[in-house]
């Protein structure tokens, strides 16, 4: 008889290795230093490259919805299908389908998030193991999805733990300034006090976000204080030159939003004028992703490489574990 998933769900603590393994959270303690960028964008363009993905928010801003165009649609719950699922036990299921060709959404809203806070708080006040809800919540529809990808609040200590404990793989996006990148520590204390209920979630790697392309130095200083707060436990992305990601400065991003468009979306035509091919064809194809060229071609060239570079390193280190 096949596993029952939602038993597993309640009974394996190694649920994150098995069923969840392809649950990618995008979180910093801080706001405003591009997890929702770095994952919308993320999510859109492996979607577009082929893979199935869902596209999960937490983030009580609701940005993605600005950056996917359905924030102010019928469609957009603003997390009330959340708040069923973890205060009443509701089976979980994507809320808007196809957002994009491949792509679902369960999205969220500020009212429902604090409501879902106070859901957790009462919960651990009452000694209640809350940390595994949502890894249990997402088990019976993992198997759908290629990808499983979380975007995060800052200072809602409650739902991180929630979320890092349906988390396999951590992505941290982190702007230059000391005190963005000083967050790291509280996100590493953070995973620290997770570890008991999932004990393999990760940190796959750091995103350098917001940087001006010319800033050689202030790059330089970025990675090396990095290097300083995480040493060995983790590392930069790079490419596949072994050249450092930075996603750029730029005023396309807030362009982008603002038209309820992707990075990528904008840049898609000056791409096929170019050479015929979308930027994601290339991960389609499980070739080297070029920069796209176009007013907005650097940034989305950034997202592209981004995008090319976290799943080359899952690819990884599965088939090391696989090995």
């Known amino acids: 008889m096949a596993p029952n998933l939602a038993e597993m769900a309640v009974t394996s603590p190694r649920l994150t290795q098995d069923v969840l393994s392809r649950v990618i959270t995008f979180a910093n303690g801080k706001g405003g230093v591009g997890k929702t960028s770095c994952s919308a964008n993320f999510a859109a363009l492996s979607a577009a490259a082929g893979w199935k993905v869902l596209f999960v928010d937490f983030d009580a801003q609701g940005d993605a919805g600005d950056d996917m165009g359905y924030k102010n649609s019928e469609a957009n719950d603003r997390g009330a299908h959340m708040l069923q699922v973890l205060d009443a036990n509701k089976p979980l299921q994507p809320v808007i389908r196809e957002v994009r060709p491949n792509l679902d959404v369960i999205p969220m809203g500020r009212e429902m998030l604090k409501t879902i806070e106070d859901v957790l708080a009462g919960k651990r006040r009452r000694g209640t193991e809350f940390r595994l809800m949502l890894a249990e919540a997402l088990a019976p529809i993992a198997r759908d999805y290629d990808l499983i990808v979380i975007d995060t609040p800052p200072d809602r200590p409650d739902v991180l733990q929630l979320v890092f404990g349906a988390t396999r793989w951590l992505v941290i996006p982190t702007k230059a300034d000391r005190s963005s990148i000083g967050n790291l ?71 982008a939003r603002n038209a309820g468009k992707l990075v990528h979306e904008l840049a898609e035509m000056a791409q096929e004028e170019e050479s015929g091919e979308p930027g994601w ?8 992703g ?24 899952i690819d990884r280190f599965e088939a090391a574990a696989s090995a």
């Open 185 to 255: 520590r509280d996100l590493a204390e953070e995973l620290k006090e997770v570890r008991p209920a999932n004990p393999d979630v990760e940190i796959l790697g750091v995103v350098p976000y917001d940087f001006d392309t010319n800033a050689g130095r202030i790059k330089r200083n970025a990675i090396e204080d990095i290097q300083a707060v995480l040493g060995d436990a983790a590392d930069v992305f790079q490419d596949s030159e072994g050249e450092v990601i930075f996603v750029r400065h730029s005023n396309a991003a807030v362009d």
């Open 290 to 313: 070029d920069r796209i060229p176009g007013s907005v071609g650097g940034l989305a060239g950034d997202h592209l490489l981004l995008t090319n570079a976290i799943l080359t390193r």
């Open 281 to 288: 064809q290339a991960l389609r194809e499980g070739k080297k």
